[in-house]
T-cell receptor, first 121, second 112 residues
Framework: GAVVSQHPSRVICKSGTSVKIECRSL??????MFWYRQFPKQSLMLMAT?????????EQGVEKDKFLINHASLTLSTLTVTSAHPEDSSFYIC?????????????????FGPGTRLTVL | RKEVEQDPGPFNVPEGATVAFNCTYS??????FFWYRQDCRKEPKLLMS???SGNEDGRFTAQLNRASQYISLLIRDSKLSDSATYLC?????????????FGKGTKLSVKP
């Protein structure tokens, strides 16, 4: 159990276009989904946290109007990179957390999707 | 200072070697600690949680020192398949409501 999928796995687009990335929890209900970005040889950086049915909470320095997040259901969240530019080229990874996957430490584990590699030309 | 700092690496070791990774965190309120493994161009995967008493999973041993805000991972009898980047991860606000803060990772390369 606890499988998270992302689509597409790779996308190449022209500068100025918008790209939508989907994140799905396949076998559990994700009350919270997270979006991360990872540049080469850098750590994963949390971009935003979204709870189903409410607005996403963005981390400092992340433009909410550029990175649109929708978490319309308990199994799907989308990230839209609007008017993408070459500096947005990165590895975008989502993770999902559900109610039922707690550990003995009281922490609900996050399950990561396989990531989407975005290249903006 | 970064919230989570790790050995810069890379670590190049022969098969069978023992290798240790260190990590420090700055937020003393952090309550949950983890080691993740990330293969090249893949998503991170949970390797093990880290408990205050220290814990072991096969060849892997994790330790936590809250007073020093220090976490370690020891890998014994390294295998070629252990080659990956190891990420030290801390739960920022503690408990089930917190978010994960990732270290930059330490790359391990195990050679035949």
């Amino acid at each position: 159990g606890a499988v998270v999928s992302q689509h597409p796995s790779r996308v190449i687009c022209k500068s100025g276009t918008s790209v939508k990335i989907e994140c799905r929890s396949l076998d559990f209900q994700a009350t919270t989904m997270f979006w991360y970005r990872q540049f080469p040889k850098q750590s994963l950086m949390l971009m935003a946290t979204s709870n189903e049915g409410s607005k996403a909470t963005y981390e400092q320095g992340v433009e909410k109007d550029k990175f649109l997040i929708n978490h319309a259901s308990l199994t799907l969240s989308t990230l839209t990179v609007t008017s993408a530019h070459p500096e947005d080229s990165s590895f975008y990874i989502c993770s999902a957390r559900g109610r039922d996957y707690g550990t003995s430490m009281g922490y609900n584990e996050q399950f990561f999707g396989p990531g989407t590699r975005l290249t903006v030309l | 200072r970064k919230e989570v700092e790790q050995d810069p690496g890379p670590f190049n070791v022969p098969e069978g070697a023992t290798v240790a990774f260190n990590c420090t965190y700055s937020n003393s309120a952090s309550q949950s600690f983890f080691w993740y493994r990330q293969d090249c161009r893949k998503e991170p995967k949970l390797l093990m949680s880290v408990y205050s008493s220290g814990n072991e999973d096969g060849r892997f041993t994790a330790q936590l020192n809250r007073a020093s805000q220090y976490i370690s991972l020891l890998i014994r009898d390294s295998k070629l398949s252990d080659s990956a980047t190891y990420l030290c991860v801390v739960n920022r606000r503690g408990g089930s409501q917190g978010n994960l803060i990732f270290g930059k990772g330490t790359k391990l390369s195990v050679k035949p």
